[in-house]
């Protein structure tokens, strides 16, 4: 079935540090692709997407390019920042007749002063 | 974007007891989705709240635990009846993007704990 697998966290980088959190699907069909965040606190928010392959999503210093050959769509920032320290989640959307998303298991980032 | 809220953000429970969430949407949307996130853990579909309709339950959820209603395009409740502390968990309303189906916005959850 679909799915996605994302790394392990928690992930600790100190500010200015480069990021990277990798994330992989499995799809029958084309889906569309996202990184949802989660701060201390809140719900999710939309961080980022791309609907088709080699589309790059960009937001907030934060991109993630859909790679089609490599079910990847590993998200990066060049200089993280304190508040960058959230929870993020891989996930696909896949219309099944109606659209279904799937969630990665998420990975926490502390961003030490 | 959608701006979406929810009551009560948090709550402590009894066991036993039950809990009605609202989400309330500031406009007007197609589906309407319910989720549970459990502590450390990534979120799972409860449901789809359509409206007009009985919510479509995903595997592993039932109606008479989680009874959902959906009046209007822009409101639903989700209640989690006879709640024991398994059910402590972030419940998360969301809807589907009016222009880009594919995308969804969240509400801020509901934090319920369930002594």
Redesign the interface.
Known sequence: GDSVTQMEGPVTLSEEAFLTINCTYTATGYPSLFWYVQYPGEGLQLLLKATKADDKGSNKGFEATYRKETTSFHLEKGSVQVSDSAVYFCALSINTGGFKTIFGAGTRLFVKA | ?AV?S?KPSRDICQRGTSLTIQCQVDSQVT?MFWYRQQPG???T?IA?ANQGSEATYESGFVIDKFPISRPNLTFSTLTVSNMSPEDSSIY?C?V?SVHR?????????TRLLVL
Do not use: K
């Open positions: 974007s979406i929810q589906m853990q990534s979120l579909l789809t998360l969301s589907e189906q594919e995308t969804q916005y969240f509400g801020p959850g």
